[in-house]
């Protein structure tokens, strides 16, 4: 196996360390996000029944748990920047390890960063009512100059990280769990909407395996910390910690938000509206739906633009936490040598500016709910590797410390990668435009690999 690069402490040299709480933050604002306030109502659309949708994000949650007490063990072991991509290198070499780190930087966070600043552009621009000619244009724009303005915030140091990262994912927390607690009080009178179960079908189990796809991209975040697992304090225990706690504070808000959004708005009320715009982006901004039919629209416009307020956190997490793939390859020589250059003040900028010029091509190049697919598949099939990874490093480097054990080895692991394969061939089933696109980036990679690698090194 390779050698770890002796650059890798490199990160470590420079400015203040991440703590607990701005690990946790990271956990929590790269999972809540995009996801949460967008796809539920793709999925009531798709499965046609309330109590299927939170019982698939009930499933989703089970597999987000395995595959974080998963990740907990490989973080501890493997203490570096640089997230699936350090453990696939040392798990299975460098052209696996290259494509995992080629995924996250195109589909990982490029995407994600895209779909989360366009999701939250529609929630700040809709209490406008700008018509669609317009509101199209006026929604990347907005979206173009958030991950701007982020990737500047990040680029000035790791204070102004912790700082912005803090601040903008307390008041996301604050104003979500408000949210929450106040659409299931307002929404009492709805709880028959979740009485809806149609017969369970071949055709519905399929659509159930693929919709999961939309509810596995809101949970990958639990990965989102391990991306600058270097530049944490004692990562050993702070990382286990992070990873747990920000998962556990996620699951609960994840179902207190789709209860609201069930007493809100029947199955039945989604396929309408969906029907009435003749686009499946209608039911986008879900939560906002929500509080327009329990609060009214007076108090819906201001929470919409409270809500894309709460989005520019997960854009951020991504901005701060992606660009440290980059530089973990970069220094292993296997990517542009550019990528790995760290400013003084300990920021990979080149490899953050690269990356923001590619989620703002995105913005402006695909839409909303294909982004979501298209992300959704490759992120799947990155993970289930970088999980599957626990198994050939215990064969294979029984001598690395360990300092946390994954509980239930090997069957929690072995539970994620079996429901989220499922979920990856239903949706290539389902959506294989989408799906393939995915898959053709990621083979992009390959050249790319063999192209930029540098003699000697991989």
Not at 2 to 16: N, Q
Not at 91 to 99: I, S
Request: glycine share 10%.
């Amino acid at each position: 196996m390779t050698d770890r690069p002796p650059s890798e402490s490199h990160a470590r040299e420079t400015g203040p360390a991440f703590g607990l709480a701005t690990a946790t933050f990271l956990v929590v604002s790269g999972m809540i996000g995009t996801g949460v306030l967008t796809t539920s109502g793709f999925t009531v659309y798709f499965v046609g029944s309330n109590q299927l949708m939170l019982a698939l994000w009930v499933v989703g949650g089970v597999l987000a748990v395995c595959g974080g007490l998963t990740l907990c063990e490989l973080t501890t072991m493997l203490p570096n920047s640089g997230g699936d991509y350090v453990y696939m290198r040392e798990a299975y070499g460098p052209l696996p390890a290259f494509l995992s780190g080629w995924v996250s930087f195109l589909i990982g966070f490029g995407a994600p960063i895209a779909a989360s600043s366009v999701a939250a552009a529609h929630y700040l621009l809709a209490p406008a009512e700008l018509p669609e000619p317009l509101a199209g244009p006026g929604r990347a724009v907005l979206a173009s100059a958030a991950i701007l303005a982020l990737t500047a915030v990040h680029s000035l140091g790791r204070r102004s990280s912790i700082v912005a990262q803090a601040g903008m994912t307390s008041i996301k927390l604050a104003i979500l769990v408000a949210l929450a607690a106040a659409g299931l009080i307002a929404g009492q009178g709805g709880w028959t909407n979740l009485s809806d179960r149609p017969p369970l079908t071949g055709d519905l189990l399929v659509a159930m395996a693929s919709s999961l796809v939309y509810i596995s991209y809101a949970y990958t975040g639990w990965n989102t910390a391990a991306y600058v697992a270097g530049e944490v304090t004692q990562p050993q225990v702070t990382m286990p910690r992070a990873i747990l706690l920000g998962s556990g504070l996620v699951l609960a808000v994840y179902l207190a938000l789709n209860t609201a959004y069930a007493l809100a708005l029947s199955a039945a009320d989604v396929r309408s509206i969906v029907d009435q715009a003749g686009s499946l982006e209608a039911v986008a901004p879900i939560a906002q739906l929500m509080a327009s039919r329990l609060f009214g629209p007076r108090v819906a416009g201001p929470l919409s633009v409270a809500l894309g307020l709460t989005l520019l956190a997960s854009v951020s997490a991504y901005v701060l936490a992606g660009p440290r793939v980059a530089a973990a390859m970069a220094r292993d020589g296997l990517f542009p040598a550019a990528a790995g250059r760290v400013s003084d003040r300990g920021v990979p900028v080149v490899a953050a500016v690269a990356q923001a010029a590619w989620a703002i091509l995105l913005v402006w190049t695909a839409s909303f709910e294909r982004m979501l697919v298209f992300a959704g598949v490759g992120l799947a099939m990155s993970s289930m590797l970088a999980v599957g990874a626990i198994f050939v490093l215990r064969r294979r480097r029984p001598e690395l410390p360990r300092p946390f054990r994954t509980p239930g080895y090997p069957l929690v692991p072995a539970l994620y990668l079996l429901g989220t394969g499922l979920l990856t061939v239903a949706v290539i089933a389902q959506r294989p435009l989408e799906s393939g696109l995915s898959l053709a980036a990621i083979a992009a990679g390959i050249p790319l690999y063999r192209a930029t690698r540098q003699p000697g090194r991989g």
